[in-house]
């Protein structure tokens, strides 16, 4: 997340009504029940593995914003979401930034609802794909690989992609973003924020994944959101998922971290419920922003679970009727 190394120094150093069911009906359930099945075993942790020694790997350089190294996470990123249905959402996938001076690019998909009337409300699933690049050495070793900031977001939202490109469940559209120049400042979110808020985008919710490699030690929920008490998503997505998937951090409040990642620029513009979905607390990873963030350290297992567990939480937000997410 940006610019919280301060704030791990401060940590550590304080110790750180129903209807009757037709029989085509029971056949539509019979498929819906399917279906939350194969969710929960859509992706693995092979596959996760497989992802995140691409993206984290040291060709990428750090994958600094405007660098050689993130034009080839660019490049994957894309080709991932041609192999799956994902279509670009603008020309092309790539969205240039307007706010950055070495050529940077968000990349950016959509799903179209399947739904003639919900298919124009839009839901956006976003991570980071960006990270600092090359920095002071340590042992020897100069890149920082950013595996869990912020490789593990990409790759979960690239699975997320998978799922729905290659399903097409969602009744309203489904826009993935992968944002440029998150370290920067927020940059690439900041751009297509405004962007879309400049064409009248009915944006429903923005969902956005950061630092999902390590599993949280003795939480009594799966992962936090920032923002909790900012909406009721925390609730309606827990209802979804049918168990106490999403929890409250303090830690995340008292450093007001709800303003220090790509959700924010969506809560500023379009006032619509906008959250950051975490499994690192301060205390379960000790190598933010620097060389030690490696693949080796990631839980893929953890990744895969966490895949598996949201998709049917972003399909019921796709699906509900009403929108059921409001801000408190």
Known sequence: MKLLSYLLLTLFAMNCGSTPISQTSAVETTETSKSTESNKTFTDADRIGEMMNYLASNDMKGREAGSEGIEMAATYIENHFKSYGVQPYFETYRDTLSNFKEPAYNIVGVVEGNDPDLKDEYVLIGAHYDHIGTIKPENGDYIANGANDNASGTTSVLEMARYFGTKKTNKRSLIFALFSAEEKGLLGSKHLAKKLKEEDMDLYTMLNFEMTGVPLQDKDYFMYITGYDMSNLAE????????????????????????????????????????????????NFAYYHKVGDEVSLMDFDHMATLVNKTIPVIEDIANAVTREIKLN
Do not use: M, W
Request: hydrophobic share 30%; aromatic share 20%.
């Open 236 to 283: 309606v997505g827990n209802t979804y998922a049918k168990e106490n998937l999403i929890g409250f951090l303090p830690t995340a409040k008292e450093f007001n971290l709800y303003q220090r990642s790509d959700n924010y620029p969506f809560h500023e513009e379009f006032g619509v419920p906008s959250h950051t979905f975490c499994t690192f607390d301060f205390t």
